[in-house]
């Protein structure tokens, strides 16, 4: 079945650290990717999204591309903030009116 | 314009007692799902309403779990006896239409305990 597999957490950097969170994937079809944040206390929230294979989605620094060559959408920022800290999901969408499938979430914590 | 919202936002509950969960959408999204997420695993899909129609139940994990949707507004979710595996976040979402471009908008959570 459809599956997405992200590298286990937590994930521990610095302030202004380089970040990548890996994400794979499993799809039948041709899956909309996405990366969804879980902050402190708060509700999952889009962060960013791609549609189709080379797509490029971005949002707060945060990059992925979609690569159907290597089933990924890998999730990298440049310098990440302590505001940063929270629980990341990366999941996919066969089509509209089937639900996303999520992956397990990784915990990033930013220290000062 | 008001979010998601969900009640309780934790719960403590013996084993084999009943528990309702209730969720209201953004006024409008038509679409209401549940996911739930147990302790380190990934979130999980349980049901998807139209309105007041169940679309997809298939993630519902037994016939323990009940959820109504009645007038098509805000969403309960029954669990009655609960396990202890029952623990988890279940969440709930809604958005106008089924489609990628039609984006889902998440509640808080509520974090049920069963002891």
């Known amino acids: 079945g459809d599956s997405v597999t992200q590298m286990e957490g937590p994930v521990t950097l610095s302030e202004e650290a380089f970040l990548t969170i890996n994400c794979t994937y499993t799809?039948?079809?041709?899956?909309?990717l996405f990366w969804y944040v879980q902050y402190p206390g708060e509700g999952l929230q889009l962060l960013l999204k791609?549609?189709?294979?080379?797509d490029k989605g971005s949002n707060k620094g945060f990059e992925a591309t979609y690569r159907k060559e290597t089933t990924s959408f890998h999730l990298e920022k440049g310098s990440v903030q302590v505001s940063d800290s929270a629980v990341y999901f990366c999941?996919?969408?066969?089509?509209?009116?089937?639900?996303?499938?999520f992956g397990k979430g990784t915990r990033l914590s930013v220290i000062a | 314009e008001a979010g998601v919202t969900q009640f309780p936002s934790h719960s403590v509950i013996e084993k084999g007692q009943t528990v309702t969960l209730r969720c209201d959408p953004i006024?409008?999204?038509?679409?209401l799902y549940w996911y739930r997420r147990v302790m380190g695993k990934e979130i999980k899909f349980l049901l998807h309403?139209?309105?007041?129609?169940?679309?997809?139940e298939s993630g519902m994990p037994n016939n323990r779990f009940l959820a109504e949707r009645t007038g098509g507004t805000y969403s309960t979710l029954k669990v009655q006896p609960a396990e202890l595996e029952d623990s988890g976040v279940y969440f709930c979402?809604?958005?106008?239409?089924?489609?990628?471009?039609?984006?889902?908008?998440f509640g808080n959570g509520t974090r049920l305990t069963v002891t």
């Open positions: 979402a809604s958005s106008q239409a089924a489609n990628t471009n039609s984006p889902l908008h």
């Open positions: 799809a039948t079809g041709y899956p909309s």
């Open positions: 791609a549609t189709k294979a080379d």
């Open positions: 999941a996919l969408l066969i089509r509209g009116n089937t639900p996303l499938v």
């Open positions: 006024s409008g999204h038509d679409n």
């Open positions: 309403f139209v309105k007041e129609s169940k679309q997809d």
